[in-house]
């Protein structure tokens, strides 16, 4: 079968050339087929003594010429042309057609049919217009055999071959167009395949070049990472992890992250920690566990992936930080400020205590002179003390140590501690500290009396600082639904609208000279704000030059939950 | 005779300025310097009428001596306590078992005040 393809097979730069001359190859092999067949029928014909010789030499000589000229037809068919062929082939056809009858049945008779077929043929294997020329080459035949036996041309039957003629060039052609749009459908389809081949091979490539380059980069990352599903299964983890906990990669990679977690290199704290970072959907941005002599520092965050528009957790991925220097630094950094609270302070009390023993005359009278000095030391050992708790402050806050404890606070008796306080400094400064409470306030909130209390002292500090006559005026009030607010104003020198937005940095004064006027580290608003931060609270600011600064403050109204009449008597 | 007021602090300069301000009030003194030594006399002297306690002191730490003994002995029943501590988050811890809490820098003009006030007037 596949050699009788090859056979019949040809191959052009024309597709439509390829299947006429194919179509052709496979008629002329057919009638080739035929002929033998005829040939051979009447050779056994004769051999059996069926029919005589002289009954079946015709259709021997008929076939053998038609044998010879399918091979030369096919020859040219396959050597030359297609188009040569086929028009020999058709013009072989109706010249047979021609002489294969009486000149009367050609002529108006059975033998008309035959001429349809090269007409019909003529338009499948030749372009489809070539059906005319063959009806044409048809009708001619007939009228001029007519002639020949003085008949009339048998017009209907011209007519007939010019309407087959028709039929044939009509289907040939919608056959053809047919095929030529779907070979152009084809070309698309084949280019459109084309390019996305080639956008899937670079894709891929792409793909392949970011793989390794993401597998590179967790490889050299210095931070211990391991890739979790959403079983809690180790997918990966990178080299840095192994040298961080110590352990071989197989003993992380495949295994549950429980296995992990029952390690005895973990302390039980540590333990419970990673626990509830398994257990909860919602981890705390990073903690700290103990991994043998380590401090490690993990965080954690869930992996989404986005696909048919929601998103779907699959896994988390988890980073180890070696923190172990920076926790013995921390370490370090708090007994140093429990060291300086103390070691400070004592001997500045003792050194106050002393001049206020002057200052009192505890061993007998002392000119004014000799008070005025003790006041002096008096007033820069305050001074002194006062930095040392803003640098403790500072550094408690920054350790995250510093914490709000809420309890059941009096705004009055806020008011009178810092009256207390700040009333002699204002004084001694020629300035009044006034205060009020907002009607609306409630008599109990809920708040850090302490913290509170250091916030007003400072922003009053603040304010008798930076005013040199007048009032400081500290207002609580209800501020809005759900707030209340501490207002600190003064009659001072103001603040320059472009220092604003730094007034509340760690170690700012306005203007840079400050401290040397005014003393201090400007710890003062930054503490404040921090403070008021950790309460949840906003700080803003508003000042006129030399006319004042007033510093509000929202918190959040919270009212205890006790009834008010047991916080009420003081 | 005057009301006997025990020091218990161990920085020195402290104990004798505070030494100075319940004098200048008063009271006759009693100094103490350490936690271990200040059990000992808790234990065994005589109850005094005020009891100045620092919170930080060597060996016994003064919150210990408060819980442990202060607050257990019905001899201490009448005795005022002040203490003194520089951690004022600790202070506040205290203010419903003692007297007065009192953070340090403590002020020996305010010392002497205070303590006037809770002297019986005699």
């Known amino acids: 079968m596949t050699s009788f393809s090859r056979f019949l097979a040809i191959s052009t730069a024309d597709p439509d050339d390829t299947r006429r001359r194919r179509i052709l190859n496979i008629l002329v092999a057919s009638i080739g087929i035929l002929s033998l067949l005829a040939i051979l029928v009447s050779l056994a014909a004769v051999f059996f003594e069926r029919l005589r010789w002289e009954n079946v030499n015709l259709i021997i000589i008929g076939s053998s010429v038609t044998i010879l000229g399918m091979l030369i037809v096919y020859l040219i068919n396959i050597f030359w042309s297609g188009k040569v062929a086929a028009t020999v082939f058709l013009v072989f056809l109706t010249v047979v057609f021609a002489f294969s009858d009486t000149p009367e049945q050609v002529a108006g008779g059975r033998s008309l049919f035959g001429f349809a077929i090269p007409i019909i043929m003529a338009s499948i294997l030749l372009t489809p217009w070539f059906s005319f020329v063959f009806s044409t080459i048809s009708g001619l035949i007939i009228s001029v055999i007519a002639l020949s036996i003085s008949h009339f041309p048998n017009l209907p039957a011209v007519i007939g071959f010019f309407v087959i003629a028709l039929v044939s060039w009509l289907s040939a052609r919608s056959l053809e167009q047919a095929l030529r749009e779907l070979r152009q459908i084809n070309a698309n389809l084949d280019q459109v395949v084309i390019e996305r081949t080639g956008a899937l091979a670079e894709s891929l490539e792409r793909e392949r070049i970011e793989a390794g380059r993401s597998q590179a980069i967790l490889n050299s990352i210095a931070d211990g990472v391991v890739v979790f599903d959403t079983e809690w299964n180790a997918i990966m983890a990178n080299p840095a992890l192994r040298s961080m906990l110590d352990l071989p990669l197989d003993q992380i990679v495949d295994k549950n992250f429980r296995d992990l977690i029952a390690h005895p290199h973990l302390s039980s704290r540590s333990r419970n920690l990673l626990q509830a970072m398994m257990e909860h959907d919602t981890q705390p941005p990073s903690f700290r566990i103990e991994w043998d002599q380590k401090t490690l520092s993990i965080s954690a965050a869930q992996v989404y992936d986005y696909s048919k528009d929601r998103y779907t957790n699959i896994g988390t991925v988890t980073v180890f930080r070696d923190f172990t220097r920076e926790a013995e630094v921390e370490k370090l950094k708090s007994t140093f400020v429990a060291i300086v609270s103390h070691e400070l302070r004592t001997p500045l009390n003792a050194i106050l205590g002393y001049a206020e023993m002057f200052k009192e005359e505890v061993y007998g009278p002392m000119n004014d002179k000799q008070v005025n000095m003790a006041e002096r030391i008096m007033k820069n050992t305050q001074r002194l003390l006062g930095l040392i708790n803003d640098l403790l402050d500072q550094a408690q806050m920054e350790a995250g140590k510093l914490t709000i404890q809420m309890g059941p606070i009096r705004p009055a008796e806020l008011l009178e501690n810092i009256h207390s306080v700040m009333d002699k400094i204002a004084y001694d400064k020629g300035l009044k500290l006034t205060s009020e409470i907002d009607d609306q306030l409630p008599e109990v909130l809920n708040g850090d009396a302490a913290r509170l209390q250091q916030i007003m002292v400072n922003l009053v500090n603040n304010g008798i600082k930076f005013t040199s006559h007048g009032t400081v005026h500290i207002r609580l009030f209800s501020l809005y639904a759900g707030k209340w607010g501490i207002e600190v104003s003064d009659t001072g020198s103001g603040i320059p609208e472009s220092e604003i937005p730094y007034i509340f940095d760690t170690f700012r004064q306005v203007e840079g000279t400050a401290t040397r006027v005014h003393g201090g580290f400007g710890l003062g608003l930054s503490i404040v704000k921090q403070l008021v931060g950790l309460m949840n609270g906003e700080i803003t600011v508003k000042s006129i030059m030399n006319v004042g600064s007033k510093f509000t403050i929202a918190l959040p109204l919270v009212i205890p939950e006790q009834s008010p009449q047991k916080w009420s008597i003081g | ?122």
Request: glycine share 4%.
């Open chain 2, 1 to 122: 005779m005057s009301e006997l007021a025990l020091i218990i602090e161990d920085d020195e300069d402290l104990a004798s300025i505070f030494a100075e301000a319940l004098r200048g009030v008063g009271f006759s003194i009693e100094i103490i310097a350490d936690g271990r030594a200040a059990e000992e006399r808790l234990k065994n002297g005589v109850a005094p009428f005020l009891i100045l306690l620092d919170m930080h002191l060597p060996y016994i730490s003064g919150a210990d001596l408060l819980t442990n003994i202060i607050k257990k002995d019905e001899r201490f029943k009448q005795t005022a306590v002040i203490i003194t501590t520089a951690d004022a988050r600790m202070g506040e811890a205290y203010t419903d078992q003692v007297d007065f809490v009192m953070i340090k820098p403590i002020s020996f003009i305010q010392l002497r005040d205070l303590t006037s006030r809770l002297k019986p007037r005699s």
